[in-house]
């Protein structure tokens, strides 16, 4: 829940003077990195690195496979900043205290958000480790980072949801894994709360409601992203196969293998989309 107006506008004014003062305020790409999807971060010939825990009011990430900092530099001829680490409403964060950064983002300039996460295959044509492109999205977190109090000059009460993520920037990604012979999947994500991973009749349920893949984030970035008139593009790898008739437990370390090894083929494809913005 967004606190009182007052109070919400004090502390991203706060985070993103912080963020001015010792990161600049060049960038108009920002970045948001998922779990076990750090890699892109070497790519950017990184001006500054700002630690979560010297930004006020943003949390510090509690999830061992994130770290937790920002960093602005230049990738692919483009002023960027990135998170490397994000929040998580499992970690007990609220749902302003996730999408924080975002508001801090919009503040600073930034017009287009770039998003990765690992995430559970449903569809059943997807493997692991295949990269999918988000063409949209079921919220299904419990909790919304836009209620209470609406900041007008943030964005409008009712935000429209019809075309969440960017057809454009999705043409450059789909432009470029073709060009790369990169598989990319288009399809739909669907967010949960976690921490724990669904049940067979809960990813059968997910799959009937239209989901291709699950996870535990992106969507309250998203939310806020488009509240701010944002432009949004996300890719999700596919880290486990959940098929509900032949599903096999997962470990954390089975998503953080399989995000390893299509780490590369995402930055190529992010990386991509980035210098089409340039
Ligand atoms: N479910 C939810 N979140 C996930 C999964 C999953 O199967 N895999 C990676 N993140």
Redesign the pocket.
């Known amino acids: 829940m967004t606190p009182d107006p007052d109070t919400a506008r004090a502390q991203v004014q706060e985070a993103a003077d912080v963020l001015r003062d010792r990161a600049g305020d060049a960038a108009r790409v920002g970045i948001i990195l998922g779990?076990g999807l750090g890699a892109l971060a070497d790519e950017i010939e990184v001006r500054e690195t700002v630690p979560y825990e010297d930004v006020p009011h943003v949390p510090a990430p509690t999830v061992e496979s994130h770290s937790g900092r920002f960093l602005a530099g230049r990738l692919r001829g483009v002023d960027v900043l990135a998170m490397q680490g994000r929040f998580h409403l499992y970690e007990g964060y609220t749902p302003w205290q996730v999408t924080l950064p975002v508001r801090v983002f919009a503040a600073l300039g930034i017009e287009t958000l770039l998003i990765s996460?690992?995430?559970?295959?449903?569809n059943p044509l997807y493997r692991r480790g295949d990269l999918m492109l988000v063409t949209d999205h079921i919220h299904l977190q419990g909790s919304n980072p836009l209620t209470g109090a609406n900041v007008d000059a943030w964005g409008p009460r009712f935000p429209d949801m019809s075309e969440p993520y960017d057809p454009a920037l999705r043409q450059a990604a789909a432009d470029a894994a073709l060009e790369r012979g990169v598989r990319l999947r288009e399809g739909v994500y669907a967010s949960?709360l976690?921490p724990n991973?669904?049940t067979r009749a809960e990813?059968r349920f997910l799959r009937q409601a239209g989901a291709d893949?699950?996870?535990?984030?992106t969507t309250p970035e998203v939310i806020v992203a488009r509240h701010a008139g944002m432009r949004v593009l996300a890719v999700s790898v596919?880290?486990?196969e959940?098929f509900p008739d032949a599903l096999e437990p997962?470990v954390l370390a089975d998503?953080l293998a399989a995000a390893a090894e299509a780490e590369p083929r995402l930055t190529q494809i992010l990386g991509d989309v980035v210098a089409t913005l340039a």
């Open positions: 779990t996460n690992a995430a559970g295959g449903m949960v976690g991973l669904e990813y893949v699950v996870g535990m984030s596919v880290t486990d959940c997962v998503i």
